[in-house]
């Protein structure tokens, strides 16, 4: 995982603290960031960003 580069990503969006499916799926397409290293992004960091909207009905 490019951290990085998903950090830069975020900071563009303007993610601090938590992100929508919709948000992560548009990062990943524009970034070229598979959705598996922007998840595992988003659980690493303290305090962990939270995933809202997701399109599955996994996180709320």
């Known amino acids: 995982m490019d951290?990085?580069?998903v950090r830069k990503a975020f900071e563009d969006y303007g993610i601090t603290d938590e992100i929508?499916?919709?948000?992560?799926?548009?990062?990943s397409e524009k970034y070229n960031i598979p959705k598996m290293d922007i998840a595992r992004y988003c659980n690493q960091r303290e305090p962990r960003i939270k995933i809202?909207?997701?399109?599955?009905?996994?996180?709320?």
């Not at 929508?20 to 990062?27: G, R, S, V």
């Open 3 to 5: 951290e990085e580069k």
């Open 52 to 60: 809202r909207s997701c399109q599955l009905g996994c996180f709320r």
């Open 20 to 27: 929508t499916c919709p948000q992560a799926f548009d990062i």
